[in-house]
T-cell receptor, first 114, second 111 residues
Framework: EAQVTQNPRYLITVTGKKLTVTCSQN?????MSWYRQDPGLGLRQIYY???????DKGDVPEGYKVSRKEKRNFPLILESPSPNQTSLYFC?????????????FGQGTRLTVV | DQQVKQNSPSLSVQEGRISILNCDYT??????FLWYKKYPAEGPTFLIS?????DKNEDGRFTVFLNKSAKHLSLHIVPSQPGDSAVYFC??????????FGAGTRLTVKP
């Protein structure tokens, strides 16, 4: 079954404590990205990756890091989380960047930073 | 700035009637538009799309209309069913990577 798997689904952490949210896809997609969803703002892109070892900033990259060492995995790293990073995060993957008809999203990670 | 706007945070319709969800965009460079549907505790799933060279695309009960001069698109669901109750996101793209989402509209279809 084609899927994008995020872990954990829920996470409560304290300010400054480094954390990683994992994302894995089993569809051999080149393109992966991270979004955060906030009330009234929709989905905003944090980082994206066109392929292994190729990453770039999206609209709201501050405070986040990513890596793409393998095609299937695209972890999101918060080196020093702050309360304004409390949000719902989604990982997505697709075959090719420009046309998102086949974009698959993970189930989301709800992060609370206290 | 929000280049894609969904000005109605919520919409409630009766089962069997038409649901119309609206979306406006500001960037005339957008050339591909999509609607995603999201249920609680799940990620968004692709619903329907339309290229800027068309003004209508239909898929079963779902039809998307694009009015380029008004920079407006809409999603029509006919007939609406209770299972359609979800949050609907409008999205617009202008090439590699650059896809922008609206804030979403929560649709409730009452039996």
């Amino acid at each position: 079954e084609a899927q994008v798997t995020q872990n954990p689904r829920y996470l409560i952490t304290v300010t400054g404590k480094k954390l990683t949210v994992t994302c894995s896809q089993n569809m051999n997609h080149e393109y992966m990205s991270w979004y955060r969803q906030d009330p009234g703002l929709g989905l905003r892109q944090i980082y994206y990756s066109m392929n292994v070892e190729v990453t770039d900033k999206g609209d709201v990259p501050e405070g986040y890091k990513v890596s793409r060492k393998e095609k299937r995995n695209f972890p999101l790293i918060l080196e020093s989380p702050s309360p304004n990073q409390t949000s719902l995060y989604f990982c997505a993957s697709t075959l090719i960047g420009p046309r998102w008809t086949e974009a698959f999203f993970g189930q989301g990670t709800r992060l609370t930073v206290v | 700035d929000q280049q894609v706007k969904q000005n109605s945070p919520s919409l409630s319709v009766q089962e069997g009637r038409i649901s119309i969800l609206n979306c406006d965009y500001t960037n005339s460079m957008f050339d591909y538009f999509l609607w995603y549907k999201k249920y609680p505790a799940e990620g968004p799933t692709f619903l329907i799309s339309i290229s800027s060279i068309k003004d209508k695309n239909e898929d079963g009960r779902f039809t998307v209309f694009l009015n380029k001069s008004a920079k407006h698109l809409s999603l029509h669901i006919v007939p609406s069913q209770p299972g359609d109750s979800a949050v609907y996101f409008c999205a617009a793209s202008k090439g590699d990577n650059d896809m922008r989402f609206g804030a979403g509209t929560r649709l409730t279809v009452k039996p």
